[in-house]
């Protein structure tokens, strides 16, 4: 998200204007999303949410990579703004779920602390990352990131409980 205004203007040569409307739209697809994953988690569950959030971070990434036009940056980080909301409601929703009550407020202080230092951390080097790989070089040091989640929500996915003892027919 913080590299957007700058490729924007300084690389596809939007005015400021621009970039100053996809990025509220961006924060406005971040959050109001939140008004029904309550209801949304409960319709369809916390790992078809995740997987969903997953899969319009893939979308976000293949659509800033068609192109540098308005449209292209508008609706890359709209799909960007709703997968961040769908893995961070499906995450911290989960995340209570595997740890006894007396543990709960330092593993969610500790899970706070990780995710919003791995965003300021990438918030503050977009810049010096967006100089030295481009803006096509910013979005593949993102691939390797959404192909270890994907991993990771598979392992999760088969190791539950109810997976256990399960074998494909």
């Known amino acids: 998200m913080t590299a957007t205004p700058l490729s924007m203007t300084e690389v596809a040569d939007h005015p400021l204007e621009d970039a100053k409307w996809v990025i509220q739209i961006h924060i406005m697809a971040m959050y109001l999303p939140s008004l029904i994953s309550g209801w949304f988690i ?6 078809r949410m995740m997987g969903l959030g997953l899969l319009a971070y893939l979308g976000c990434v293949a659509l800033a990579f068609s192109g540098i036009s308005f449209h292209h940056y508008l609706f890359a980080l709209i799909l960007l ?3 961040w909301n769908f893995l961070f409601v499906g995450g911290t929703t989960l995340l209570p779920q595997g740890y006894r009550d ?3 407020f330092r593993v969610q202080g500790l899970n706070d602390l990780m995710v919003f230092g791995s965003q300021a951390t990438a918030a503050l ?7 030295a790989f481009d803006w096509n070089g910013l979005l593949l040091i993102a691939i390797p990131f959404l192909v270890l989640h994907g991993v990771l929500m598979a392992v999760w996915l088969m190791s539950r409980p109810q997976n256990r003892g399960r074998h494909p027919a």
């Open 125 to 131: 080097s977009a810049g010096a990352v967006l100089a």
């Open 81 to 83: 703004g709703v997968g």
């Open 42 to 47: 409960r319709v369809v569950g916390i790992p």
């Open 102 to 104: 007396e543990e709960r």
